[in-house]
């Protein structure tokens, strides 16, 4: 049978390619597909610890039995943390979410969640800063898992509705090339009191940073470039991106 891989970040360069079809006898597992990409892909085995293992857009364990046509993600730790469980996104009244391939619009996630009911409207802009570490920083290029990055920012976006009383949640993520100064996330929070929004804002920011299946890889005026998803997030060393 015939499965289609996909790698993103740390684990696609060392894959050497961000796609790739394999061929496996039928009913291979998860766990027999690793031991068929350690042996043709070595570069790849000190990853596999670190990584989730998505099937069909489902986190998967190594027991799990893969199909003819199945697409296998494999997702290296996110900015900020390792991937939550995948589930559906649920629907709720309020909840607006977006991946955005080009400049984010904050006044349509200002007006997705305002409502004449709702006196406390907070805003979070996350902006590509241009330095980190003491290294000037040029830009920074998101990469996502979209399905499960989708479900996800769904999933949080109406958690969190769902806790206040006419609570509304909208989070727009840019993906691509951002370049430094430019914003990459836009999270807007509405209610009928300011301590519900800031809190719900706080909230999905974080849960953002550690459930959502997206990487940055951080571009250097020196002409380098690292993957930024192996360092846990800090008080005192923010990301450089939103």
Request: hydrophobic share 50%; net charge negative.
């Amino acid at each position: 049978m015939r499965i289609r891989l996909i790698a993103f970040a740390s684990a696609a360069d060392a894959l050497g390619a961000g796609e790739l079809d394999v061929e496996l006898a039928a009913g291979a597992t998860v766990e027999e597909l690793r031991r068929w990409l350690e042996e043709h892909h070595p570069a790849l085995r000190p990853h596999w610890p670190r990584l989730a293992v998505a099937v069909d857009g489902r986190l998967a364990g190594p027991g799990a039995e893969l199909a003819d046509g199945a697409e296998v993600a494999l997702l290296p730790p996110v900015s900020g943390g390792g991937p939550g469980p995948e589930e559906a996104a649920a629907a709720a009244e309020g909840a607006a979410t977006r991946l955005v391939d080009g400049p984010l619009d904050v006044a349509a996630a200002v007006a997705r969640v305002s409502a004449p009911s709702r006196g406390a409207v907070v805003t979070f802009l996350g902006t590509v800063r241009d330095h980190h570490r003491g290294r000037p920083v040029e830009k920074l290029l998101y990469d996502a898992y979209r399905p499960m990055a989708a479900s996800a920012l769904g999933r949080i976006a109406a958690e969190l509705a769902a806790q206040g009383e006419d609570l509304a949640v909208a989070i727009f993520h840019r993906l691509g090339e951002v370049g430094a100064g430019e914003a990459s996330v836009v999270i807007a929070v509405a209610s009928p009191h300011r301590a519900a929004a800031y809190a719900a804002s706080r909230t999905a920011l974080e849960r953002l940073k550690s459930e959502v299946p997206i990487w940055k890889r951080e571009h250097y005026a020196d002409g380098s470039a690292a993957w930024r998803e192996e360092e846990p997030l800090v008080a005192a060393d923010p990301p450089s991106g939103g």
